[in-house]
């Protein structure tokens, strides 16, 4: 029983989450652009070649995390994270230490299955027993890690691939991960509130208290108010996965290579003050589907600007950046938020998996598709369109009730 004073235990729980984050996008999100660079100078593979074993990597995960309710349901979140760091460490060393081809796809399986097992639908599973009221809060800081994994490791994989090679920094990392996974999860996520003897914060109340559960099995896939969440932000994390691969290469021109540099980092800084603000500000009771609807055109708004600044302007391209970056923190924890408030408690985690599965599954193939569209056109600014075109239709998918 916990005595009475005492700081509310589920608040470690999210500094937990939000580290694990910082790991698992720094590996299983932004690393595999690095990696790519640094396999092609290392053995000179075509760009395709890797392009395809990440492919592969994005894939697998949304494959695995639409079956996450399940596997979590079976081993607990404790377990699930312990094997989602083992995953991620041994295809972190697979990546790293790979001479042959086939190698990268081999080590594929193993970071795609340990980032489905330490990302948003894990993370969300962290949070869920300890908050009601303020989830929305909860999950802004845990997500934020996320965020904070692009500013660290960014750099951090840039130092030590330079300072120590491939191989080296791919063990350093994996042995740091699993290390710190291990350690975490061992202190903090093997406890819930009932093992404490402590109720979750406040229940908040919810649109749906009276909503009918989701039907099992394929079925649910005829549920229009599920359909539309998942059509709304998985083309909105297309959009956005597909702006972000391209956006360095478009701005260099005008900012230079540094200048470039540090845009991306201020999207991600910005990244955490818009999730920050939103779950901080949001409203107990708030729709926040049509939150979710106005992030979407924001970023829209923000993509247009870089649009309009491509080759013409530094100060608007670094506005654009500023305003897209808002609204990215977002595009994580505003699923989970929207579940919460929409459907029954026991059919959250269930939601929040499938439509994770379904935008990781989507984001995958358009880093490429935007690449075959700017080599087709001869032009970057399509690649702007075309992300701003699906930002447009996730906002009126997501105005729709």
Same mark, same amino acid.
């Given at each position: ?61 949304a494959l695995l995390v639409a079956r996450f309710p399940a596997v979590e349901a079976r081993l607990g979140i404790t377990r699930l994270v312990l094997l989602g760091a083992a995953l991620t460490a041994a295809g972190l060393l697979g990546w790293s230490s790979a001479t042959s081809p086939w190698h ?59 300072q120590w090679g491939f191989p080296a920094a791919g063990a350093a990392v994996a042995a740091a991960t699993f290390a710190v996974m291990v350690t975490l999860a061992l202190l903090f996520l093997r406890h819930t509130p ?79 003050? +818009?999730?920050? *603000? =939103? ?5 107990? $009771? %708030?729709?926040?589907?049509? /939150?979710? #609807?106005?992030?979407? !055109? ?70 490429? +598709?935007?690449? *075959? =569209? ?5 032009? $970057? %600014?399509?690649?702007?369109? /075309?992300? #701003?075109?699906?930002? !447009? ?9």
């Amino acid at each position: 029983m916990a005595r009475i004073g005492t700081p509310y235990f589920g608040w470690r729980v999210v500094w937990a989450a939000f580290t694990i984050a910082i790991f698992a996008w720094g590996i299983g999100f932004y690393g595999p652009g690095i990696f790519l660079e640094a396999l092609h100078d290392r053995h000179g593979w075509s760009v395709s070649l890797i392009s395809a074993a990440i492919t592969t990597h994005f894939l697998l995960g949304a494959l695995l995390v639409a079956r996450f309710p399940a596997v979590e349901a079976r081993l607990g979140i404790t377990r699930l994270v312990l094997l989602g760091a083992a995953l991620t460490a041994a295809g972190l060393l697979g990546w790293s230490s790979a001479t042959s081809p086939w190698h990268i796809f081999l080590a594929a399986i193993f970071s795609g299955a340990g980032w489905a097992l330490t990302s948003g639908a894990s993370i969300n599973a962290m949070i869920t027993p300890w908050f009601d009221a303020r989830r929305p809060a909860a999950l802004a800081l845990a997500f934020n890690g996320a965020s904070m994994g692009g500013v660290v490791f960014a750099p951090l994989w840039a130092l030590l691939i330079t300072q120590w090679g491939f191989p080296a920094a791919g063990a350093a990392v994996a042995a740091a991960t699993f290390a710190v996974m291990v350690t975490l999860a061992l202190l903090f996520l093997r406890h819930t509130p009932q093992s404490m003897g402590i109720p979750p914060d406040l229940p908040a109340p919810r649109a749906t208290a009276e909503a009918p559960s989701l039907p099992p099995g394929r079925a649910i896939w005829r549920v229009p108010s599920f359909l539309r969440l998942c059509a709304g932000f998985s083309l909105g994390a297309a959009a956005l996965v597909g702006l972000l691969a391209h956006l360095f290469s478009l701005i260099s021109p005008t900012l230079g290579i540094f200048g470039a540099g540090l845009a991306l980092s201020l999207i991600t800084l910005c990244a955490v003050a +818009g999730r920050t *603000l =939103l779950g901080w500000a949001l409203p107990v $009771g %708030a729709d926040r589907r049509r /939150a979710g #609807a106005w992030n979407f !055109a924001l970023q829209t708004i923000g993509t247009l600007i870089l649009l309009a600044a491509l080759d013409v302007s530094a100060p608007l391209l670094l506005l654009g950046c500023v305003v897209v970056g808002l609204t990215v923190g977002n595009m994580l924890s505003l699923p989970p938020m929207i579940a919460q408030a929409e459907f029954t408690r026991a059919d959250v985690g269930r939601v929040v998996a499938l439509v994770t599965a379904v935008n990781q599954a989507t984001y995958a193939l358009t880093p490429g +598709g935007f690449g *075959l =569209l700017r080599d087709l056109t001869g032009s $970057g %600014a399509a690649v702007l369109v /075309a992300a #701003a075109l699906l930002q !447009a239709c996730s906002t009126l998918i997501l105005f729709r009730r």
